[in-house]
């Protein structure tokens, strides 16, 4: 199983950027995709996950300004980041777990808010 993790960069604060990671590598059923990111110095935390029932998790600094969706005929899920702050300066990682195996991680992309 494999995950890879597109559309990193570097953007304004107030601006936009778009995330997309496909797993790939057999069959399996995905009961859970999402992303987590780690800044600097700091432990890797939730960014917004969404489940198989289409809930959705996001962490309170980036609810309103992010949106996880998924597309599960191409066992993908994309992060849409709006009103990019600062804070959002981060090394973004995919997930996808599935169910009777566990999770999986893509490598990451770099987000970079800066002017």
């Known amino acids: 199983v494999q995950l890879q993790a597109s559309g990193g960069g570097l953007a304004q604060p107030g601006g936009s950027l778009r995330l997309s990671c496909a797993c790939s590598?057999?069959?399996?059923?995905?009961?859970?995709m999402g992303w987590y990111r780690q800044a600097p110095g700091k432990p890797r935390e939730l960014v917004g996950r969404?489940?198989?029932?289409?809930?959705?998790t996001y962490s309170d600094s980036v609810k309103g300004r992010f949106t996880v969706s998924r597309d599960n005929a191409k066992n993908a899920v994309y992060l849409e980041m709006n009103n990019l702050e600062r804070e959002d300066t981060a090394v973004y990682y995919c997930?996808?777990?599935?169910?009777?195996?566990?999770?999986?991680w893509g490598k990451g992309t770099q987000v970079t808010v800066s002017s």
């Open positions: 969404l489940n198989n029932a289409d809930v959705t």
């Open positions: 590598g057999g069959q399996f059923v995905i009961s859970v």
């Open positions: 997930f996808a777990h599935i169910g009777g195996r566990g999770d999986y």
